[in-house]
């Protein structure tokens, strides 16, 4: 989501991957199809595809489901057609919402994503709503432990192109632009850094905090998208309290 709960929803989200493995893989599955598609079936020449394969490898996805998605991607095995949609909307208090969506029917996804915002209230919107209080950037997350020199790593991530780098209590939060992504995390992992999370994310430029009650209806209606099967990733302008996270 946004600020300070980076770190704690990336950690919840991981868990929650470590208990759906079936709808993990499923997950994994069309991105890699997506990405094979559009960029080549070889990650050495297609990044993209190279870094969702390395997230699907630390979700224990087998080998032979990676290659099948590839091969489907590729147009080597008949499947289906997935193609990725965002959609826009405003969920109880007003608070923006994006929803990263990979799916082989939009008009069913729409269907499905207008029902839950309605029953939930939020409110489905048109594009372009709400995506310009977000700015798309890559997010680079280091679990602090015992012996992390956290000023070698602030160093390291500066002199690659690193736009920001900010020190938690858990973790180290490293922003970069979406060009200069792939060449911080690399010159990390070059350097020995262990990365617990590496993802193009989008960051709101504004947050808002609730009420306890509209949190609440607020965070029910987030759980129930992220649990959808063709959300890959929900993004909010959203800010808990400090008490609540």
């Given at each position: 989501m946004s600020g300070h709960s980076k770190w704690s929803n990336i950690k919840n989200k991981?868990?929650?991957?470590?208990?759906?493995?079936?709808?993990?893989?499923?997950?994994?599955?069309?991105l890699i199809i997506v990405a094979a598609r559009e960029g080549g079936p070889d990650p050495n020449t297609n990044s993209r595809l190279k870094d969702i394969i390395e997230k699907a490898k630390q979700a224990n996805m087998p080998n032979d489901n990676i290659e099948r998605a590839i091969k489907r991607g590729s147009g080597e095995l008949g499947g289906a057609d997935y193609e990725e949609i965002m959609y826009e909307g405003y969920g109880p208090g007003g608070v923006a919402i994006l929803i990263d969506a990979t799916t082989d029917n939009r008009n069913r996804t729409a269907g499905e994503m207008r029902h839950l915002f309605d029953k939930h209230?939020?409110?489905l919107g048109e594009t372009g709503c709400v995506a310009w209080m977000f700015e798309k950037k890559g997010l680079i997350l280091i679990e602090k432990k015992d012996d992390t020199d956290?000023?070698?790593?602030?160093?390291?991530?500066?002199?690659?192109?690193?736009?920001?780098?900010e020190e938690l209590e858990d973790s180290i939060e490293i922003t970069t632009s979406v060009e200069k992504f792939e060449t911080v995390k690399n010159y990390?992992?070059?350097?020995?850094?262990?990365i617990f999370s590496a993802e193009l994310s989008f960051i709101p430029n504004t947050t808002v905090?609730?009420?306890?009650?509209e949190s609440e209806k607020l965070e029910k209606l987030l759980e129930i998208l992220e649990e959808h099967d063709d959300v890959q990733n929900v993004y909010t302008n959203y800010e808990p309290e400090e008490e609540s996270l």
């Open positions: 991981k868990a929650k991957m470590d208990a759906q493995k079936g709808k993990i893989y499923t997950r994994f599955s069309k209230g939020g409110n956290v000023e070698q790593i602030m160093m390291l991530a500066i002199d690659s192109g690193a736009e920001d780098v990390l992992q070059d350097n020995n850094i262990d905090t609730l009420h306890e009650s």
